[in-house]
DNA sequence: CATATGTCCTGAGAGC
DNA sequence: TGCTCTCAGGACATAT
């Protein structure tokens, strides 16, 4: 998609209610227009579309939303349609388009001027990635906290990225307690913490993600994921530990949001076969 | 009826 | 009193 010129931008005739869109489509469209994406990146769970101009398009999918090169899962959840065009020299041009899919709605997108970004990407509104953060610096954001380190890995100020079904799973692989109060976290802990940020999330890249039983999420090619075979922890309450093969999976509530943990494997007295 | 991969806002209560 | 931190609850919207 890069080099591309977004030839057109449409709102699909979806009868749900509307997506968030800023500014509003009729602006947002005159701004898109004839603009080339010179680069796609990703801050946290957003996705960015950099424009010539050195504005920003910037896709927060939330719950639902999906990010797709063809192949909607159904019409009526479309939200929103590029029209890609390249245009090489003497030749042929090749036509292609993005796709904005989304069945509860929740997902939004954003065009930001060059001055703008940081309103919305900056500092103050998004923490450093969670794939670049060091263990220095997610030990000095979270350490003065007497937040839970599940609740407070979630805090995308904090660190960037990492969602509900992912901390569980990160806590399960570093040995910790979701319920453990940020500053009593020993050095160790947070080196398996942070370790187990990179092992889990570079490995669930590497399975395009994780499918749940409601068959959401896709890449973009609409092909469902496969991490959800390798969970350990997440929706697997009551059954046998596959660490410790003794305590049953717990399921807990935190902030609003449910935590899937080993009781055995995740306590204080988890110390000895911990690599097992 | 309860649940769901996310984020934003308000307000109450605790602690300094 | 006032400030900061934390969390509960609600809102958003749709489907199982």
Known sequence: MIGYRI???????CKLRPILISPKFSLLRKRLLN?????IGRRGKRLLLHLFDESVVVIEPRMTGLLLLEDPPGPEHL????????????SSSHARQLLFWDRRGLGTVRWLSKDHIDQVLGPEKLGPDALV???????SRLKPSRRAIKVAMLDQKVVAGIGNLYASE????????PRTSCDRLSGPQWQSIHEAIGTVLRLAILHEGSTLSDGTYRN??????????????????GTVCTRCHGAEIERIVQAQRCT??????????RTKNLTQ
């Open 35 to 39: 603009q080339q994406i010179v680069d």
């Open 133 to 139: 953060i060091t263990v220095a610096e997610l030990k």
């Open 79 to 90: 939200r929103l349609c590029l029209d890609l065009i390249t245009e090489n020299e003497g």
């Open 170 to 177: 990160i806590l399960f692989l570093a040995g910790v307690d």
């Open 7 to 13: 030839a057109d931008c449409s709102l699909p005739p």
């Open 220 to 237: 973009a090619l609409n092909q469902a994921g496969n991490y959800q075979n390798h969970h350990r922890v997440y929706d697997s309450a």
């Open 260 to 269: 899937f943990f080993c009781p055995r494997c995740q306590t204080k007295r």
